[in-house]
């Protein structure tokens, strides 16, 4: 089955470094892929998505390029701040019916 | 636009009672889903609704869990009998369509379950 794997967390960083969270997938078919976000506190919330190879999904300041020949989908970000401390999902979809693979999670703490 | 609502937020049960949480989707959107999300752990995918028809269960413990969608509007989902093991956050989402890739399924607050 499908199935997502997040490199082992949490990262911690201070403010202004650069960020990488890795993410690897298995899937058939051409999956969607995405990350979502938890902030402290508060619901899942999409941060970025992308709907096929070598598409690049943006937002924030983040970003991830979908890797069909890798099967990755990287989440970075080249100056993260305090605010960014999160827990970082990666997921994929399945085509035909939409329901959400998610990995484990990558807890981000950010030190000023 | 109003979000996702779920309710109770917060429920605390011992082993082996009932427990029901409630979830009112975005207005309009016809897939409805609830995740399980276990402490350190991504969501996982209980039971996906299309309108009022179950789409996906597959990864439902139907001997204890159910789930229903009335007029396909809001959902509820019961544990009955809840085992320690059922602690746990309970997400709904919602979406559009279930189906294509343009969806974006929109979270709410979600539920927190302990078990006791």
């Known amino acids: 089955g499908d199935s997502v794997t997040q490199m082992e967390g949490p990262v911690t960083l201070s403010e202004e470094a650069f960020l990488t969270i890795n993410c690897t997938y298995t899937?058939?078919?051409?999956?969607?892929l995405f990350w979502y976000v938890q902030y402290p506190g508060e619901g899942l919330q999409l941060l970025l998505k992308?709907?096929?190879?070598?598409d690049k999904g943006s937002n924030k300041g983040f970003e991830a390029t979908y890797r069909k020949e890798t099967t990755s989908f990287h989440l970075e970000k080249g100056s993260v701040q305090v605010s960014d401390s999160a827990v970082y999902f990666c997921?994929?979809?399945?085509?035909?019916?939409?329901?959400?693979?998610f990995g484990q999670g990558t807890i981000l703490t950010v030190h000023p | 636009e109003a979000g996702v609502a779920q309710s109770p937020r917060y429920k605390i049960i011992e082993k082996r009672q009932s427990v029901a949480f409630w979830c009112n989707p975005i207005s309009g959107h016809a897939t409805l889903y609830w995740y399980q999300q276990i402490l350190g752990q991504g969501p996982k995918l209980l039971i996906q609704?299309?309108?009022?028809?179950?789409?996906?269960d597959s990864q439902l413990p139907k001997d204890r869990f159910s789930a229903e969608r009335l007029k396909g509007v809001d959902s509820t989902l019961k544990i009955q009998p809840a085992k320690l093991e059922d602690s746990a956050v309970y997400l709904c989402?919602?979406?559009?369509?279930?189906?294509?890739?343009?969806?974006?399924?929109?979270f709410g607050p979600g539920t927190r379950l302990t078990v006791t």
């Open positions: 992308a709907t096929k190879a070598d």
């Open positions: 609704f299309q309108n009022n028809g179950v789409v996906d």
């Open positions: 997921a994929l979809s399945d085509t035909n019916y939409g329901k959400l693979t």
């Open positions: 899937a058939t078919g051409y999956p969607s």
């Open positions: 989402a919602s979406s559009i369509t279930g189906t294509g890739l343009s969806y974006e399924q929109y």
